[in-house]
């Protein structure tokens, strides 16, 4: 099959490349970095690499969360995915595979599975979050073959919790680190998974059924349990424990990917987090 990885460079496109290859797949990468720089923001661009690039199918690893600008990581979710979809119909393509995130679901008891609808909130910045996600599930569903995967939080090489990363930074105390997110170390539960992993499942979801898929690992786990595990594999100080819960912080169940043979590699963070590759 030949493939067209959108954000080929990013923390899991770079993992996903070699995956796609070594599956037997003809891999064209475009970004906005690289031998094939692309701005998804321009229509006309995304456009002329897509049909340039004639793929059977198309993988949607688009983000903009280097500078951890939570409105630049919207637009892309929202503009981006709508130049991308609109570029792959005029191209023929039926089939798109596009990143997600599993925090989106409405506020609960237990970790969401796919049939928890995404959050109705009205309150800023969480419905802006929200809004761009349920933009840009709904916007690739306008292709026949549409699957969507839900990851968990990403860690590994090239993310926010890598060694020497923004959480890092943020948990050492550094006043100017750039990080969308909590280090409080309370009950609100979180979902994480291994870029690698995250990449194994994009490439098997060439295959899946169209819908929804939660990409994390087995075990959701409030932040008073990971967040202590994380300080010491970065060797930054802890965050003393806390009370409370995000009502919306309640993980993920990964039933329905497992259900189709993804496993992660990486079934825990406790283990992850500590050999996190390079």
Sequence with gaps: MRVLV???????????????????????????????????????AVERAVAEAAPDAVVHQLTDLGGADGAANNRVRVEGTRHLV??????????????????????????????????ATDEPPRARIVAGVRALETTVAELPEAVVLRYGILYGPGTWYAPGGAVAAALAGDAEARFLGSTAADASVSSF?????????????????????????????????????????????????????????????????????????RPSWRTGFVDQGA
């Design 6 to 44: 959108a954000g080929a460079t990013g923390a899991v496109g770079r993992q996903l490349v070699p995956r796609l290859e070594a599956a037997g797949h003809e891999v064209v990468g475009i970004s906005r970095r690289g031998p094939r720089p692309v701005d998804v923001l321009d229509a006309g």
């Design 86 to 119: 609109d570029a792959a119909r005029a191209a023929g393509v039926r089939r798109i595979v596009a990143q997600s995130i599993s925090w989106a679901y409405a506020p609960g008891d237990g970790p969401a599975d796919e049939s928890v609808p995404l959050d």
């Design 193 to 265: 998974v291994h870029v690698a992993d995250a990449a194994d499942a994009a490439v098997r979801a060439l295959a899946w059924p169209s819908g929804a898929y939660n990409v994390v690992d087995d075990e959701p786990a409030p932040a008073h349990a990971w967040l202590p595990h994380l300080a010491r594999a970065l060797g930054v100080p802890a965050p003393a424990r806390t009370e409370g819960r995000v009502p919306w912080a309640r993980g993920a169940l990964n039933a329905r990917a497992r259900g189709l043979g993804w496993a992660p590699a």
